[in-house]
């Protein structure tokens, strides 16, 4: 079945450490993005990609890095940086936009908690 | 820059009934896609309806269906019939249609549906 995957499900971060959280689409599409969800302020975009081996930073890019490789796979990196990174982080992909109205699809999501 | 606003933090209905769920936006922009997704306590975020800004015609899907006033920067989507399944945290998203940016959604806060059987 084609979709995104995101893993793991639920992660624990030490104060100082990086962590990193993986995305991977097998819908062959161009685009993908990564989310972060807080109660009560909707989805914030913190990278996005449009093509691969090239990326832009979101509203909140800072504490994260991102890396495009490979057209399938867009890994979140949570860097010691990131001063307050407990969230639900959300990864999306879509196809690029040819008039039909493309919509984004999500993955199921990763609950990053600091410890 | 563009902006979504859902000036509803939660919203309740009967079963069965009907509910409106309100979302305006700012643009400086004539082209644009717009949409409502639901999130249910899953998490996973999934589609309901999507509306071209070129279309004057409201899209409907089955029970759902949006109020698009383009002039007023409006998009209120109308929930009929009402089910124990609707119950869900809804956003209403905007994306532009200019290459430049990428494609990426903008969100509104989010509105809580509950509902009462």
């Known amino acids: 079945d084609g979709g995104i995957t995101q893993s793991p499900k639920y992660l624990f971060r030490k104060e100082g450490q990086n962590v990193t959280l993986s995305c991977e689409q097998n819908l062959n599409h161009d685009a993908m993005y990564w989310y972060r969800q807080d109660p009560g302020q909707g989805l914030r975009l913190i990278y996005y990609s449009q093509i691969v081996n090239d990326f832009q930073k979101g509203d909140i890019a800072e504490g994260y890095s991102v890396s495009r490789e490979k057209k399938e796979s867009f890994p979140l990196t949570v860097t010691s940086a990131q001063k307050n990174p407990t969230a639900f982080y959300l990864c999306a992909s879509s196809a690029r936009d040819r008039g039909i109205g493309t919509e984004a699809f999500f993955g199921q999501g990763t609950r990053l908690t600091v410890v | 820059a563009q902006t979504v606003t859902q000036s509803q933090p939660e919203m309740s209905v009967q079963e069965a009934e009907t509910v409106t769920l309100s979302c305006t936006y700012d643009?400086?922009?004539?082209?644009?896609?717009l949409f409502w997704y639901k999130q249910p306590p899953s998490r996973q975020m999934i589609l309901v309806i999507r509306q071209e800004a070129y279309k004057q015609q409201n899209a409907t899907e089955n029970r759902f269906s949006v109020n698009f006033q383009k002039a007023a920067k409006s998009f209120s989507l109308k929930i009929s019939d009402s089910q124990l399944g609707d119950a869900a945290m809804y956003f209403c998203a905007y994306r532009s249609r200019r290459y430049n940016q990428g494609g990426k959604l903008i969100f509104g806060q989010g509105t809580e549906l509950s509902v009462k059987p």
């Open positions: 643009t400086s922009e004539s082209d644009y896609y």
